[in-house]
């Protein structure tokens, strides 16, 4: 079990929020969700501290029992215009929350209650209520029916939340005619907290009034770095009459890799990613939890931010330990330490005699084992670091964020493991890997109008492509209204098994593949892609 260090009550936010802390009387949240649509299961909090309660509940690969993440959570912070600072972030939430569930109102508790909740949705679920809808037998699903498309307007909630697609042309979401809720990946789940129905417990910071608009989402998609990355969708709303300058965004990541012991840290600035992996060549000592002689590198990587800085934090309450009261969070979205000295190049990043500055801590590549890494602390050649546990800051900003504006930040944690069994194999594997993903999310037609509730709109196939009989005997009829360019057949490990061109509008798929559940994948005239499963049963004898 992670060791928790305890933390003394800072009382901060009292001093320049005072009347928020006359009504604000709000419970922690208390709702857990996984997300687990393709190899990975990973558990997400309400209270924002999310892959862990006792234990770690980031687990790659899917009920294996080994986890790659301990936790990792959202940091905000900016100054207002008497250059007060306002912070909310959690670490573990051992001295309290920093969020709170729903959007910002005025009914307080009662909001915190009635959002404490996710909603959960497929694909194919909204696949089939666009289709059946107006059938008189459908029943539309509760995620569906009771989707937070809108607030609460007698409580002075944000008339638009959740994201969905008007079919029905009326002004409110409007399920029973059509209207759907807009998700990205296959799976996703939906929540929503703020920062101002409760004090900031975690941090002692003065709450910003922020309400967030969280989505956490997957692909059942057979590329192998597809089905090994979940990704997290951000929309962070001033609902505050206050503009904040100096803003950052920042992650706090705990790695975790297996065994927690034994770790390493770094950062690739190229890539805006970090990452942590294994400090040995064999993870733990035979623990169940542990990855023995195949430790992967787990990565958490900004998608459509730059990232502006990186510190690795000690496991300790000293100066480059872990962030006490408000001022140290934020020293650390500037890559600077507690005390306000900055962070320099090599060694542990702390030497006040040095003035060769970076923003960046183990920025060098340990495949190649060149620049500063943890394998190279003072150079090549040098003497690695003893491995431990290993945490962070990764940080995006400064921006300016104006009273009623809006800003997204989206994110993705891929995992790699080089089943060589080689540690810095697994890191190289996990950059090669971050390269697609954020070329994957840049062909995305992903809307940027932040605050539109109708405005995720993602690229997905909407010709009639079809695929039967299935389960079949792996012999299969694909048609659509579209050329069928490519047709490629992965196993459940993500190997492919078969593959087509056919270019045309009909195609047969005849395989001898053995019993099993299979991921097919379709690209089409207008590159629009197809992808679903198929279930070979060789009992069965139809041909197409």
């Given at each position: 079990?992670?060791?928790?260090?305890?933390?003394?009550?800072?009382?901060?936010?009292?001093?320049?929020?005072?009347?928020?802390?006359?009504?604000?009387?709000?419970?922690?949240?208390?709702?857990?969700?996984?997300?687990?649509?393709?190899?990975?299961?990973?558990?997400?909090?309400?209270?924002?501290?999310?892959?862990?309660?006792?234990?770690?509940?980031?687990?790659?690969?899917?009920?294996?029992?080994?986890?790659?993440l301990?936790?990792?959570?959202?940091?905000?912070?900016?100054?207002?215009?008497?250059?007060?600072l306002?912070?909310?972030?959690?670490?573990?939430?051992?001295?309290?929350?920093?969020?709170?569930?729903?959007?910002?109102?005025?009914?307080?508790?009662?909001?915190?209650?009635?959002?404490?909740?996710?909603?959960?949705l497929?694909?194919?679920?909204?696949?089939?209520?666009?289709?059946?809808?107006?059938?008189?037998?459908?029943?539309?699903?509760?995620?569906?029916?009771?989707?937070?498309?809108h607030?609460?307007?007698?409580?002075?909630?944000?008339?638009?939340?959740?994201?969905?697609?008007n079919?029905?042309?009326?002004?409110t979401?409007?399920?029973?005619?059509?209207?759907?809720?807009?998700?990205?990946?296959?799976?996703?789940?939906?929540?929503?907290n703020?920062?101002?129905?409760g004090?900031?417990?975690?941090?002692?910071?003065?709450?910003?009034?922020?309400?967030?608009?969280?989505?956490?989402?997957?692909?059942?998609?057979?590329?192998y770095?597809?089905q090994?990355?979940?990704?997290?969708?951000?929309?962070?709303?001033?609902?505050?009459?206050?503009?904040?300058?100096?803003?950052?965004?920042?992650?706090?990541?705990?790695?975790?890799?297996?065994?927690?012991?034994?770790?390493?840290?770094?950062?690739?600035?190229?890539?805006?990613?970090?990452?942590?992996?294994?400090?040995?060549?064999?993870?733990?000592?035979?623990?169940?939890?542990?990855?023995?002689?195949?430790?992967?590198?787990?990565?958490?990587?900004?998608?459509?931010?730059?990232?502006?800085?990186?510190?690795?934090?000690?496991?300790?309450?000293?100066?480059t330990?872990?962030?006490?009261?408000?001022?140290?969070?934020?020293?650390?979205?500037?890559?600077?330490?507690?005390?306000?000295?900055?962070?320099?190049?090599?060694?542990?990043?702390?030497?006040?005699?040095?003035?060769?500055?970076?923003?960046?801590?183990?920025?060098?590549?340990?495949?190649?084992?060149?620049?500063?890494?943890?394998?190279?602390?003072?150079g090549?050649?040098?003497?690695?670091?003893?491995?431990?546990?290993?945490?962070?800051?990764?940080?995006?900003?400064?921006?300016?964020?104006?009273?009623?504006?809006?800003?997204?930040?989206?994110?993705?944690?891929?995992?790699?493991?080089?089943?060589?069994?080689?540690?810095?194999?697994?890191?190289?594997?996990?950059?090669?890997?971050?390269?697609?993903?954020?070329?994957?999310?840049?062909?995305?037609?992903?809307?940027?109008?932040?605050?539109?509730?109708?405005?995720?709109?993602?690229?997905?196939?909407?010709?009639?492509?079809?695929?039967?009989?299935?389960?079949?005997?792996?012999?299969?009829?694909?048609?659509?209204?579209?050329?069928?360019?490519?047709?490629e057949?992965?196993?459940?490990?993500?190997?492919?098994?078969?593959?087509?061109?056919?270019n045309e509008?009909?195609?047969?798929?005849?395989?001898?593949?053995?019993?099993?559940?299979?991921?097919y994948?379709?690209?089409?005239?207008?590159?629009?892609?197809?992808?679903?499963?198929?279930?070979?049963?060789?009992?069965?004898?139809?041909?197409?």
């Amino acid at each position: 079990m992670k060791k928790f260090t305890n933390f003394p009550l800072f009382f901060y936010a009292a001093l320049f929020f005072l009347p928020l802390l006359a009504y604000s009387q709000c419970a922690a949240p208390q709702k857990y969700k996984n997300l687990a649509v393709n190899n990975i299961r990973a558990m997400f909090k309400t209270d924002g501290a999310h892959f862990f309660i006792e234990s770690a509940e980031f687990e790659v690969p899917r009920g294996s029992g080994k986890t790659s993440l301990f936790a990792t959570t959202l940091w905000l912070g900016g100054k207002d215009a008497q250059n007060n600072l306002h912070f909310a972030g959690m670490l573990y939430g051992v001295k309290g929350n920093d969020y709170y569930a729903g959007p910002v109102s005025n009914s307080g508790a009662a909001a915190n209650t009635y959002y404490d909740k996710f909603w959960s949705l497929s694909k194919a679920e909204i696949d089939k209520h666009i289709a059946s809808y107006a059938e008189p037998t459908y029943i539309i699903p509760q995620s569906i029916s009771t989707w937070p498309a809108h607030g609460r307007a007698e409580y002075g909630e944000s008339s638009k939340l959740a994201p969905y697609v008007n079919i029905s042309g009326k002004s409110t979401y409007t399920p029973s005619q059509g209207d759907y809720p807009l998700i990205r990946g296959d799976e996703a789940i939906f929540w929503i907290n703020n920062d101002l129905c409760g004090a900031h417990g975690e941090s002692g910071g003065v709450p910003l009034g922020v309400e967030i608009m969280s989505m956490a989402y997957a692909y059942n998609n057979p590329d192998y770095e597809m089905q090994n990355t979940i990704f997290l969708s951000y929309e962070i709303r001033n609902k505050s009459t206050e503009t904040y300058k100096d803003l950052y965004v920042g992650l706090f990541v705990d790695f975790d890799i297996g065994y927690p012991n034994d770790d390493y840290i770094g950062c690739d600035t190229a890539l805006n990613l970090i990452y942590g992996y294994n400090g040995n060549e064999v993870d733990g000592a035979g623990e169940f939890y542990a990855y023995g002689a195949t430790p992967p590198a787990q990565g958490v990587m900004f998608l459509n931010q730059k990232m502006n800085a990186f510190v690795s934090l000690a496991d300790n309450n000293g100066i480059t330990g872990l962030p006490q009261i408000p001022n140290d969070f934020y020293n650390y979205f500037q890559a600077k330490w507690k005390n306000g000295t900055p962070l320099t190049y090599a060694g542990s990043g702390y030497n006040p005699s040095s003035t060769d500055y970076t923003n960046f801590m183990f920025n060098g590549n340990p495949v190649t084992q060149s620049g500063w890494t943890e394998l190279t602390p003072t150079g090549s050649g040098s003497s690695p670091n003893a491995p431990g546990e290993r945490s962070g800051i990764m940080s995006t900003g400064p921006f300016t964020l104006f009273a009623g504006d809006c800003m997204s930040v989206d994110i993705a944690l891929p995992f790699a493991m080089d089943m060589n069994g080689s540690s810095v194999g697994s890191v190289a594997l996990l950059k090669q890997n971050a390269q697609k993903i954020q070329q994957f999310y840049n062909n995305q037609n992903y809307e940027k109008k932040c605050s539109d509730n109708t405005g995720i709109v993602e690229k997905r196939h909407t010709a009639s492509l079809q695929i039967y009989p299935n389960p079949s005997n792996g012999r299969f009829l694909m048609s659509c209204d579209e050329i069928i360019k490519s047709i490629e057949i992965y196993d459940m490990l993500g190997k492919k098994v078969f593959s087509d061109t056919p270019n045309e509008l009909k195609a047969r798929i005849n395989t001898d593949l053995p019993d099993g559940l299979y991921f097919y994948r379709a690209v089409l005239q207008n590159n629009s892609m197809g992808t679903g499963k198929i279930l070979v049963q060789n009992i069965i004898k139809v041909y197409p």
